[in-house]
């Protein structure tokens, strides 16, 4: 097969200096902005042009499922503000990477699923063709924008929309459909070189209204009781130096949000996140920075918030976000960077310091807390609790500021983001919006390739299981991943039992399963963990080394709570549990 290529290649030398086609501009119109990477699974019709890809300097990385190569674009697309590219085949292919879409659309995270498709005239008449679907009818209103490319002459501005849909505004997942003719359509090369479009300020600055910046530093200013939530826009916007400066200088408490964690470092004085019931219901005046009032913050009401009348004010660049669960006093839209920058700027020289009592409040709390929990973090009990686990683990992300702190499952990650202190800005990276099981080995994968920083990714052994395979990705790859997986027996608890009939529970996996079996398959490092020290030792031993490594946390099947954090969302039935 490839020497036929090569030879295909030398004997029409000629014809292609005149001529080019469809694959060829689809990767220059790539190079030519920039994308260095494509994650995808290959097959028809998409196979040649990924080694055409590979071929020409960009990094394809090929993964065992498409949803987790999805979720490794969508990664990679919020750690570097370019859209991050998935690469599918038609139907199966592109459904299975649509997920990975929807919820990078859903994030916010700027992405492009590029999906193969079948023959127009027979899909379009149902005549039932190879892996027959009309992709851009079913992507449409799961991303920000889809598009479809019929003619070679046209894959530059394809190309370009998508980036801009992807990038610019509030970012989001487009979708891109290539149907198999167009990769072989021959054109002239000269037109198709013109043809290309080179994006030119892909994601333009949106500076907020002057008087809505003042508004907003009015409101904050007469606050009583200010409290900061830092949201992943704010993670997102790479404007890291200007929110330090604005939070210093506000001087007020500041919530950061899962992936907003390390903004600032979660041992800053001003850091709230070990007082979060406090300032959620004290406060007076809330200032929303990247973050959106949805379920994850109990849409800005009901008793987390208490009784006391609240203001809030909302930084987001998307003016629909405004409004959207309760009333906003001081609107400022705009990105956030400039948005933040524009209120830095507004606020002078001589900022009045927030009331001392309503500081001495939350950072008593917080020590309190953070008391409370400090002896539980320091048990060596086996099999493990979380906190034990989470201890060491604690310490080890401590030692190693720079490394990406992957986390899914439910007490497994509900417990990491409360444990665990992050101290550099866009290191956490986790569930999202959503709260959905299976980015684990996906960002692993995506944050070591854009990043080239060691990956240690805490994952539930239900959460693993979604994108388990992709740990033969990772030794295949040779990534710096230590994925340490915390073994309770399954979701939730290992321990539940089926009221009735011999099967296990539903929430029960095989008892004693020893994961880091599987890693060894594929040439990686598999350690098994009954202890702290036992864990401490091993996640060392891979940071240090670098090799792929698999763990297997032993973790008391008892320990956990039903739905960790979230379990008041668990529908209730009227009738009452049935014996
Ligand atoms: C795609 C998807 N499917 C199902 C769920 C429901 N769900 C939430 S957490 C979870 C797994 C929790 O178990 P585990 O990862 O082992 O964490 P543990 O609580 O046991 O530590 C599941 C299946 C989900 N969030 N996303
Ligand atoms: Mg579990």
């Not at 200013?221 to 992943?232: F, H």
């Not at 987001?316 to 209120?343: R, T």
């Not at 599987?518 to 401490?536: H, Q, R, Y």
């Amino acid at each position: 097969m490839a020497d036929a290529a090569v030879k295909m290649d030398a004997g029409t030398a000629t014809a292609e200096q005149e001529l080019t086609d469809g694959f060829h501009l689809i990767i220059d119109a790539l190079k030519l902005n920039g994308i260095k990477t494509i994650y995808g699974v290959p097959g028809i019709p998409i196979t040649d042009f990924g080694r055409m890809a590979q071929a020409s300097g960009i990094r394809v990385l090929s993964f065992r499922h498409e949803q987790n190569a999805g979720y490794a674009a969508s990664i990679a697309g919020f750690l570097t503000k370019k859209p991050g590219v998935c690469l599918t085949v038609s139907a199966p292919g592109f459904l299975n990477g649509l997920t990975a879409l929807a919820h990078a659309t859903t994030n916010c995270f700027p992405m492009i699923l590029i999906s193969g498709s079948s023959e127009r005239e027979i899909v379009d008449l149902q005549q039932g063709d190879y892996e027959e679907m009309d992709q851009l009818a079913i992507a449409k209103p799961l991303c920000k924008a889809a598009f479809r490319v019929l003619h070679a002459a046209d894959i530059g501005i394809g190309l370009a929309r998508a980036i801009r849909a992807a990038v610019s505004g509030r970012p989001g997942g487009v979708y891109l459909d290539l149907p198999a003719k167009l990769f072989g359509q021959v054109i002239n090369a000269d037109a198709g070189a013109k043809s290309l479009v080179q994006v030119i300020d892909p994601a333009p600055a949106q500076i907020p209204a002057p008087e809505a910046v003042k508004r907003a530093l009015d409101v904050l200013k007469a606050a009583k009781r200010p409290l900061i939530i830092l949201g992943k826009g704010a993670a997102y916007a790479q404007s890291d130096d200007a929110i330090k400066s604005f939070v210093e200088k506000s001087g007020a408490p500041f919530l950061p949000m899962s992936m907003a964690k390390g903004l600032l470092p979660d041992t800053h004085p001003q850091c709230a996140g070990a007082a979060r019931s406090t300032v959620l219901k004290d406060s007076d005046v809330v200032m929303l920075i990247g973050a959106r009032l949805n379920w994850l913050l109990s849409h800005g009401k009901g008793k987390i918030w208490g009784d006391a009348p609240k203001k809030f004010i909302q930084i987001d660049i998307e003016p629909k976000e405004m409004d959207s669960n309760v009333e906003i006093v001081a609107p400022v839209v705009g990105d956030i960077g400039s948005c933040v920058s524009a209120l830095l700027g507004g606020m002078g020289g001589n900022w009045p310091a927030p009331p001392a009592d309503w500081i001495k409040t939350v950072t008593s709390k917080r020590d309190e807390n953070v008391a409370k929990m400090a002896p539980r973090l320091m048990n060596n009990n086996s099999p493990m609790d979380y906190h034990g686990a989470l201890g060491v683990l604690r310490t080890i992300v401590k030692e190693r500021p720079d490394a990406i702190l992957v986390n899914e499952g439910a007490n497994t990650l509900d417990l990491t983001r409360g444990v665990i202190d992050m101290y550099q800005p866009r290191k956490r990276i986790d569930v999202g919006t959503w709260g959905v099981m299976g980015i684990g080995m996906g960002y692993a994968v995506g944050a070591a390739i854009e990043t080239g920083k060691p990956v240690l990714a805490i994952e539930g052994d239900s959460a693993f299981g979604f994108s388990g395979m992709e740990i033969e990705t990772i030794c295949r790859y040779q990534l710096p991943v230590c994925v340490v997986i915390f073994n309770n027996d399954g979701i939730y608890r290992g321990t539940d039992v089926n009221k009735a009939g011999s099967d296990p529970a539903t929430t029960v996996f095989v008892k004693g399963a020893r994961y880091d079996k599987m890693i060894e398959a594929f040439g990686g490092v598999g350690v098994n963990a009954t202890s702290p020290d036992e864990l401490k030792r091993a996640v060392n031993t891979a940071m240090d080394s670098g090799k792929p490594t698999l763990i297997n946390a032993v973790i008391d099947p008892a320990a956990g709570s039903e739905s960790g954090r979230i379990g008041n969302l668990n529908p209730q039935s009227a009738l009452g549990k049935k014996k």
